[in-house]
């Protein structure tokens, strides 16, 4: 069975959630297999000390502030993917034309890094568009935290003009989409967090 399929069956509600609030939360996005298949990339990737400190602000702003966000990182190579992000990318490609033909957005290309956050890191209240202008229209996050419980924290909080904002918990398969401009944290962890965080674009990267 293709991928895609497995949310084609509910491809009209998280369009609909999109379009009404500006994001989407899509469970099982992908198989168990694929979603553990990433974990082991990025485990080997840390055991290779691929990560990197996280930083905020862009170009000549760039800055590592602890107090902001408490992540480490390690991009993609979208011309070179290891194995199970190849796999991944090619189904957010899917998910990227799909957004275009029901919403317009101009989305051409796309960039995505793993993410750790550690025991006790965070991600305080911010937005995914840089204030010095960005080709970021829609930011995605998927999880690859298996038996995730609400005690230990980490969920992503959204703010999206509700009485309360949304809460989504990072649990092995999921991704959620949300439009750049949109405010959001992640709250303290008291486990290792994981995920791939990515970004679909309105320009090309060269």
Not at 120 to 129: A, N, P, T
Not at 131 to 148: D, E, I, K, P
Request: proline share 3%; with cysteine.
């Amino acid at each position: 069975m293709d991928l895609i399929v497995l949310y084609f069956r509910g491809m009209n509600e998280w369009l609909n959630d999109f379009e009404l609030n500006g994001w989407a939360e899509l469970r099982n996005f992908l198989t168990t297999e694929i979603s553990k298949g990433l974990l082991l990339e990025m485990d080997e990737l840390q055991s290779n000390v691929e990560f990197q400190q996280a930083s905020i602000g862009k170009n000549d702003s760039k800055q590592v502030n602890l107090s902001q966000r408490g992540d480490f990182i390690s991009w993609i190579d979208p011309k070179n993917p290891l194995p199970w992000a190849s796999q991944y990318l090619k189904e957010l490609e899917q998910v990227m034309s799909m957004l275009n033909r029901h919403f317009y957005l101009g989305l051409r290309d796309y960039e995505c890094h793993y993410a750790h956050y550690p025991v006790g890191s965070f991600y305080k209240r911010h937005i995914d568009r840089h204030a010095q202008g960005s080709a970021r229209r829609v930011s995605s996050v998927f999880y690859l935290n298996s038996n995730w419980e609400e005690s230990a924290g980490g969920e992503l909080v959204i703010y999206d003009g509700k009485s309360e904002p949304s809460r989504i918990m990072p649990e092995l398969g999921t991704l959620v989409l949300f439009l750049s401009e949109m405010e959001h944290e992640v709250l303290q962890t008291l486990r290792n967090r994981k995920s791939i965080t990515g970004w679909m674009l309105t320009e090309t990267i060269l």
